[in-house]
């Protein structure tokens, strides 16, 4: 290497360890020792530099603030995390064409849920049920602990309407409803899975609701106090059935908090169920 190509590759060092290069404390000493011919490459270059640094910045913050959204459609297996198996998923499929877009398939997934809601069950195999009427609700109330995850589905009978009201108080079953695991508002322990609901009253007033074993009819909670009322008989096709799935503190604990699972409906029987508390599950 000729001394001069030397002498000229040890400033540009020296100028880069002592951070002299585009800086404002000397930017005359950096243009007269590493380009004392009064070439404009120099420049070119910074120029280039500053754009390709401004560029790398620009995609690193907008990358940080878009990486949750995007990335979370990256993980093609739902594994949570996105790595050469979601890529093979991608390549393997690569070139054709789906036939469902995201809200077709959200549509079908709402088609299919009633699917998987029987219409009769084994401890009340003459009460029929129209899972195309049943609601369904999910949450996550917290935190992406499956723990706390909670899925409910409620259906009143087929053929509710055809029961008045004096024929419901002395015990019908009205519904069926599937259930996470957590515990009857009365302390009992509840299995994951479908229960049947009875309602019945004395005076028709007074209206209470018990919880049954969906197989066997066992009575898994008594006497679950029920907001209930009679109402004028409303000409309308089929039960309105609801779910309400609601956050409470705690009780037990003012910095805890009870996640809730409340039914209603209104039938065209005349008779209004305004809620009654099903499942709990509290937490410290």
Not at 9 to 15: D, H, L, P, S, Y
Not at 106 to 111: G, I, P, T, V, Y
Request: glycine content about 6%; hydrophobic content about 45%.
């Amino acid at each position: 290497m000729r001394p001069e190509a030397t002498e000229q590759f040890e400033a540009r060092t020296g100028a880069l360890h002592d951070g002299s290069i585009g800086s404002a404390r000397n930017p005359q000493f950096v243009e007269t020792r590493m380009n004392p011919h009064g070439s404009s490459r120099l420049w070119t270059r910074r120029l280039l530099w500053l754009a390709m640094a401004f560029t790398l910045c620009f995609t690193i913050i907008t990358g940080t603030l878009s990486a949750q959204t995007e990335c979370a459609f990256a993980d093609v297996n739902g594994d949570g995390v996105v790595d050469d198996a979601d890529l093979l998923q991608v390549l393997f499929c690569f070139g054709t064409e789906t036939r469902l877009t995201i809200p077709e398939l959200n549509h079908a997934l709402r088609m299919r849920l009633p699917g998987a809601f029987p219409r009769r069950f084994p401890a009340a195999p003459d009460v029929p049920f129209d899972p195309q009427n049943a609601a369904f609700a999910s949450t996550r109330p917290t935190t992406a602990d499956s723990f706390f995850d909670v899925f409910v589905a409620w259906d009143t009978r087929a053929d509710f309407h055809q029961f008045g009201v004096e024929q419901i108080a002395p015990g019908l079953i009205v519904g069926a409803v599937y259930l996470p695991n957590g515990f009857a508002p009365t302390g009992e322990p509840i299995q994951e899975g479908f229960y049947l609901v009875r309602m019945r009253s004395r005076d028709m007033e007074d209206w209470r609701a018990d919880l049954l074993d969906a197989r066997t009819g066992v009575v898994i909670a008594a006497n679950l106090p029920a907001a209930a009322q009679r109402v004028i008989r409303i000409p309308i096709p089929g039960t309105r059935n609801d779910i309400a799935i609601k956050i409470h503190p705690n009780p037990a604990n003012p910095n805890g908090f009870c996640v809730q699972i409340w039914l209603s409906y209104l039938c065209p029987n005349g008779l209004w169920l305004d809620q009654v508390l099903i499942w709990q599950r509290c937490f410290p």
